[in-house]
């Protein structure tokens, strides 16, 4: 892994209209969710409207930043007045340029490494949510093997048999319902093992 590889997201906020938050974080955007919508002076939750896996995430996000200058709602905030589909086409022609999309050696790296995070193989911690990262990055460029473990990492992370309380097992559901999606489109890619 490089220094800056990691993932630029947009997110939304219901107390925020016709406004999108535009960063980057080196860890998985669902952790980085997490931490802004805790923050005592967000009335509501952020929700993750799209996020994409760069291998210079500052790269990126500075390149996205740049794209709207005159649309940024504050010079020392990360805050646009862009539409969810604007910043989307933005992030994904960052990403086509950088990647290459569909390049078949670009999704086998990620299986390879979202493998190692997920089974925690040649020397690498066990990690389920990076690994689901990982997959559901190859996955989004069209590869059945990674839907389907995108699939299998989504279903280990909502089966955690710790879960107690309502915000847990809400969790845990929605990892569940994450792992189903990944599977019906392993098996509309023709993986048959997401069958089973």
Known sequence: MTNNEGYVYVLTNPS?????????TERDPH?????LSAATGVPTPF???YSAHFLDCHAAEASAHAEWKDKRVNDGREFFR???????R????LSAIERQTNDPQVIEDLLIRGRQYLFGAQGVLRNPERALSLFEEAAAMG????AYFAGRAAYKLGDDGTRQGKAQ????KAFMERALGHFQT?????HANACA
Not at 90 to 93: A, D, G, I, K
Not at 143 to 146: F, L, V, Y
Not at 186 to 190: F, H, P, Q, V
């Open 143 to 146: 590869s059945a093997g990674a």
């Open 82 to 88: 862009v539409t969810v589909s604007e910043a989307l």
């Open 90 to 93: 933005v992030l994904r022609n």
């Open 47 to 49: 929700e993750l409207a």
């Open 31 to 35: 952790t980085r969710l997490r931490e």
């Open 169 to 172: 097992q809400a969790k845990a």
């Open 186 to 190: 392993a098996i509309g890619l023709g």
């Open 16 to 24: 925020l209209p016709s406004q999108v938050k535009v960063g980057r």
